[in-house]
Nanobody, 124 residues
Framework: QVQLVESGGGLVQAGGSLRLSCAAS????????MGWFRQAPGKEREFVAA????????YYADSVKGRFTISRDNAKNTVYLQMNSLKTEDTAVYYC?????????????????WGQGTQVTVSS
């Protein structure tokens, strides 16, 4: 059974940093894509970043490019999202998710397993 467990969320001032972790288990993730999404109150879930586990290729939403970094630790089966220069508009619940490898990676409906989410709040 696939399980994704996020951690690392919290309250931070604008301009600060946080690192989210997603501990994954239950499948051979080398053949899968891992993604981070976020959902703010009253808004749809949106793509933040993705990584192809096999070769480490990374992809980012324009809104976070240059500020966020997605990475993986193969030995720990864990994916990270380093978030720097945080803005108040980054406030949301952040989710990690996994999907079979493929060229599409931004659509939430393509992902088949999700974590429970972790709250990130950026204050001004």
């Amino acid at each position: 059974q696939v399980q994704l467990v996020e951690s690392g969320g919290g309250l931070v001032q604008a301009g600060g940093s946080l690192r989210l972790s997603c501990a994954a288990s239950g499948r051979t993730f080398s053949r899968y894509t891992m993604g981070w999404f976020r959902q703010a109150p009253g808004k749809e879930r949106e793509f933040v970043a993705a990584i192809f586990w096999s070769d480490g290729s990374t992809y980012y939403a324009d809104s976070v490019k240059g500020r966020f970094t997605i990475s993986r630790d193969n030995a720990k089966n864990t994916v990270y999202l380093q978030m720097n220069s945080l803005k108040t508009e980054d406030t949301a619940v952040y989710y990690c998710a996994t999907k079979p490898y493929g060229l599409r990676y931004t659509a939430p409906n393509d992902y088949d397993y999700w974590g429970q989410g972790t709250q990130v709040t950026v204050s001004s």
